[in-house]
């Protein structure tokens, strides 16, 4: 008795295949995982003077990123300064033009800060989205470009240094895609 099961003819122009390999060589099997990343302006390398604008290494690069998410953080305000919003331009994920900025990833809308004079919260509410659907996935993100701006594109003078009452905090949570057992 013959014991291999093959189709007649090709389906949907996948070739014919004995029983054997049909079992040993099951479909890759992926999965979504999360990862959070806390970017602060403190932590900043010397080498860039303002905390509006640097760049933020990631330690363990992130590969075949799918979804890029902003959930929360902080501002630095002063009242008479401090516009409705502030545009996030991080260089690496930007997908939308918002007023005279070239690109954004986020606008972020600034809010009195609970029982802080100097900080304000950062509300997720955009204009358009707050997920960032990257197709096709980012390959590998090794760091993230920051830059704050106002409304009219300039940069956010939060001064320069590293006092603390001039820094912000930005939280990202990145998913990828990645295959049963593979490492980080």
Same mark, same amino acid.
């Given at each position: &008795?013959?014991?291999?099961?093959?189709?007649?003819?090709?389906?949907?122009?996948?070739?014919? =295949?004995?029983?054997? !390999?049909?079992i040993?060589?099951?479909?890759?099997k992926?999965? !979504?995982?999360?990862y959070?990343?806390?970017?602060?302006?403190?932590k =900043? @390398?010397p080498? #860039?003077?303002?905390?509006? !604008?640097y =760049?933020?290494?990631i330690?363990?690069?992130l590969?075949?990123?799918i979804?890029?998410?902003?959930?929360?953080?902080?501002?630095?305000?002063?009242?008479?300064?401090t516009?409705? #919003?502030?545009i996030?331009?991080?260089? !690496? /994920?930007?997908? &939308?033009d918002?007023?005279?900025?070239?690109? @954004?990833?986020?606008?972020?809308?600034?809010?009195?800060?609970?029982?802080?004079s100097?900080?304000s919260?950062?509300?997720?509410? %955009?204009? +358009?989205?707050t997920? /960032?659907?990257? +197709?096709?996935?980012?390959?590998?993100l090794? #760091?993230?470009?920051?830059?704050?701006? @106002?409304?009219d *594109?300039?940069? &956010?003078?939060? *001064?320069? *240094?590293?006092?603390?009452?001039?820094?912000? &905090?930005? %939280?990202?949570?990145?998913?990828?895609?990645e @295959?049963? *057992?593979?490492?980080?």
């Amino acid at each position: &008795m013959n014991t291999k099961i093959q189709p007649s003819r090709p389906v949907l122009g996948i070739p014919p =295949r004995t029983t054997s !390999e049909w079992i040993d060589t099951p479909p890759p099997k992926q999965r !979504e995982r999360n990862y959070f990343i806390c970017v602060e302006s403190i932590k =900043r @390398a010397p080498v #860039y003077p303002s905390p509006a !604008e640097y =760049r933020f290494p990631i330690l363990q690069p992130l590969r075949d990123v799918i979804r890029v998410e902003l959930v929360g953080g902080t501002l630095p305000s002063t009242p008479a300064t401090t516009p409705p #919003y502030v545009i996030l331009d991080v260089n !690496e /994920l930007n997908h &939308m033009d918002v007023g005279s900025a070239n690109g @954004a990833f986020n606008v972020l809308f600034t809010a009195p800060g609970a029982g802080s004079s100097t900080h304000s919260i950062v509300q997720t509410q %955009m204009t +358009q989205t707050t997920t /960032l659907i990257c +197709q096709p996935s980012i390959p590998r993100l090794n #760091y993230l470009s920051i830059a704050l701006r @106002a409304p009219d *594109g300039t940069l &956010m003078d939060y *001064g320069t *240094g590293f006092d603390p009452s001039n820094q912000h &905090m930005l %939280m990202f949570k990145f998913t990828v895609l990645e @295959a049963f *057992g593979q490492l980080p």
